[in-house]
């Protein structure tokens, strides 16, 4: 299932490219936010607003249930652009529906959200990033009888995309990301339990 939703997300998202390169798409780039930046290339410059959509699968620390399902959420940027080298700033939050039962126990993520830099290099319309910074999220167990008990804990995350522009103020991204968050004391299990999941998400951007 894994490979099969990193297989279309990346087919979709190279076909767009592919489809943006063979355009002529007249790029400008947006002044105010473009340092050093020739005239004819795309421009990464400024702030932007976008949404994602895709599938984590994770651990549970200290239990069996590995939780997996769709994640999609909304996210907002800031780039800053000196020549090919693209810096910036992004900040997302997501809704899931990743959960898994192992015996008594049934583990799921709700939600979960990141806060981080972002560095990459731009090969015109192209750019490839690295990624890494802060994630918050919140994990829910379930045992016998309904009892439930949910913790939100911070932790971090690290990864890595592409991002294609498909017009001026238009791209599309496919991203993935490691995301550790911190454990707490579960008193349904009766012991210490964090979450790990990798992320892999296919995502549009509009750019102001």
């Not at 913790?151 to 971090?156: F, K, Q």
């Not at 008193?187 to 964090?194: E, L, P, R």
Request: with cysteine; net charge negative.
């Amino acid at each position: 299932m894994n490979r099969f939703v990193v297989g279309a997300m990346a087919l979709a998202v190279v076909g767009c490219a592919s489809a943006a390169q063979g355009a002529d798409l007249g790029y400008a780039p947006r002044a105010p936010y473009t340092v050093n930046q020739p005239l004819n290339a795309y421009s990464w410059a400024g702030p932007y607003l976008g949404g994602t959509l895709g599938y984590e699968w994770g651990t549970v620390g200290n239990n069996p249930t590995r939780p997996s399902g769709v994640t999609g959420g909304i996210e907002a940027g800031y780039n800053w652009q000196n020549g090919p080298w693209v810096f910036g700033v992004e900040g997302d939050i997501n809704v899931t529906g990743a959960d898994d039962t192992f015996a008594p126990w049934k583990f799921s993520n709700p939600w979960f959200g990141t806060a981080r830099g972002r560095a990459g290099y731009a090969f015109n319309n192209i750019l490839f990033y690295g990624t890494g910074g802060l994630a918050f999220g919140e994990l829910k167990g379930l045992t016998f009888g309904g009892v439930s008990e949910s913790h939100t804990n911070a932790g971090w995350t690290l990864g890595a995309g592409a991002e294609f522009g498909l017009a001026q103020n238009w791209t599309a991204k496919i991203e993935y990301l490691y995301v550790d968050l911190d454990n707490s004391n579960f008193v349904v299990t009766g012991a210490k339990n964090d979450y790990r999941f990798g992320l892999v998400r296919a995502g549009v951007n509009f750019h102001f």
